[in-house]
DNA sequence: GGACGTTACTTGAAGTAGTTCAACTATACA
DNA sequence: TGTATAGTTGAACTACTTCAAGTAACGTCC
């Protein structure tokens, strides 16, 4: 068998686990956005804003691949939760940028804090497997997708 | 530091950049479902149905936590794409078995796949990643959850 | 410096996907 | 004959999407 598809056998056998597991535990998520209250769309909204940095509308309706019009709708909602404001910006006053507010970034952090809490049965798993796992998914790219 | 904390520490490194990773290929598979002509409640719906056995009505609408109304919708909306056919049970005529056609097979074989098929950056890890990778993700749970 | 095309964003209307609830039918079971 | 169960229907609602049209601010070219 050739280097290559032998990576992609294990590659695949090692997709296929991880995405399986991926899928057992999206119930949990659910709930994590249930007790927040949150859409899915308004915690992918919130995850794309940075506490420190503002953004304009258009740059978050690209990184959502919506209509603009779409995100005019969403950051709506969320500046009605209290969670953004808009603040046109000083040097071109056609762009709007979306900032958290207080409460926006607190809510935000639960939110990463969340969803970044390992599930228990991954916490379960030998010490030395864990380590193999986080070195093996260091090499990943952290693409910085629509996260 | 304690042994479990140091398990904590390593999961949850581990698992944020799983999850990251999960995200950042998440268009991907939405670029499957549309290029499969699927919603993602429509694939759900066709990865619970195994192609040997029909299953009823109540056990979908309770795999999938929705209400019995839902699975009807969401079961006549795979009936009108020749997805899938009803079967009353012979031996509870109130028990519809919802079944697979040719058709549905077909379909989910592909729909699996695709999704199964691991990203071009999974499988461009080093050789002894991905066996560690498959190794570790092998000791977790295969809930046959909401799949 | 005034008209002109461009860009950023908003508005409104229409549509799809999915959810929830209450009421109903048909069958089973006691 | 009643009561529970499996499934369906219909109505109302939320979340999201798409498109077309509109407003305001910017940049430029004469």
Redesign the pocket.
Known sequence: MSTRARARESAGAAWRLIFDYIIATAAERVAVLDRLGL????SRALSSLEPKAGR????L?EE?S????????????LERQGLVT?VARD???????VVLTPKGKRLRRALINSLYTPPADLVALPQRDLDALRAAASKLPARHGDR
Chains 1, 2 share one sequence.
């Open positions: 859409t899915p769309a308004e304009s509308m258009r740059s309706a959502w919506c209509d603009p019009s779409n995100a005019t709708w969403l950051v709506d909602r808009r040097d071109d006053r056609r762009v709007k940028s």
